[in-house]
C-alpha cells in the first residue's frame, strides 16, 4: 500500500524546495504528479510556490472546504502521486482525505510543512499528521547558535521576537526566524527585561 508522508521542519529548512524536487523527480520518471497548497498560503499567489533557492511551480489551490479525496476521484485519479505543500494549513479532515486516496489508489501522498507555530503549538492539521502518516521525517536546520533549530520565532517590524499574536501570520525571512528552543526563551527573557532588541 502507498503510504501518507510528513516531512516537516522549521521555517527556512528547504521544504518548499524538497517538495518541489519530488515533483521533479517523478516526472522525469514520466509520472503524472498531482500539487496542492492550501489556500491560506497567499504569500507567492494563489496558485504559485516558490522556494527561497528559486525553484517554482503552478499547483492547484485547495481551501478549506473542498473535499481532496473526491476532487482526486472527480478529475485527477490519472496523478501517480500526491504533493501537498504547507501542509499545515490543511484541515484534519483533509489529512483524513489523503489518507483515503493511499489507501483506495495505492497512490503516495507526499505533505511538506511546519510541525508547529511560532508558540511552539502544533497546527490542527500537523497534528493530524503526526496521529495518522505511515512516515514522517523532520527536515533538519540549525539555530544561529549552531544548535538544532525547533523553533519558528516570528519576529516585529524592529526584529524583536514575539511571544503573543494569532496563529497564522503570513511571512518569509523578513518574518521569521528559526531557532533553538533555549535562544528563543533567553531573548524572552532578555526582551522582558529590556536588555536586548533581537534584531540589532
Keep these: 500500500m502507498a503510504k501518507l508522508y ?6 527556512g529548512c528547504s521544504k518548499t524546495a524538497q517538495a518541489l524536487i519530488t515533483k521533479f523527480n517523478y516526472e ?14 497567499t504569500r507567492d499567489g494563489v496558485h504559485t510556490l ?11 489551490c485547495v481551501p478549506p472546504d473542498r473535499d481532496i479525496f473526491r476532487m482526486y476521484t472527480d478529475s485527477y485519479m490519472d496523478r501517480q502521486v500526491v504533493i501537498v505543500d504547507e501542509c499545515q494549513f490543511l484541515t484534519p479532515e483533509q489529512v483524513d482525505q489523503l489518507g483515503m486516496i493511499c489507501m483506495e489508489y495505492d497512490v503516495p501522498c507526499l505533505c511538506f510543512g511546519l510541525a508547529t507555530d511560532f508558540l511552539t503549538h502544533l497546527f490542527p492539521g500537523s497534528r493530524r499528521l503526526f496521529e ?11 539555530c544561529r ?14 526584529g524583536n521576537v514575539l511571544y503573543s499574536g494569532e496563529q497564522i501570520c503570513l511571512g518569509g525571512n523578513e518574518r521569521y526566524t528559526a531557532m533553538c528552543r533555549k535562544c528563543w526563551l533567553r531573548i524572552k527573557a532578555e526582551q522582558e527585561s529590556g536588555k536586548i532588541v533581537f534584531g540589532k
Design 6 to 11: 510528513f516531512k516537516y521542519g522549521v521555517m
Design 50 to 60: 516558490r522556494s527561497r533557492i528559486g525553484l517554482t511551480a503552478e499547483a492547484l
Design 132 to 142: 495518522i502518516a505511515e512516515s514522517v521525517s523532520e527536515i533538519k536546520s540549525v
Design 145 to 158: 547558535c549552531g544548535a538544532k533549530a525547533t523553533v519558528n520565532a516570528r519576529l516585529d517590524d524592529n
Design 28 to 41: 522525469e520518471r514520466d509520472m503524472k504528479t498531482l500539487l496542492l497548497k492550501p489556500s491560506t498560503d
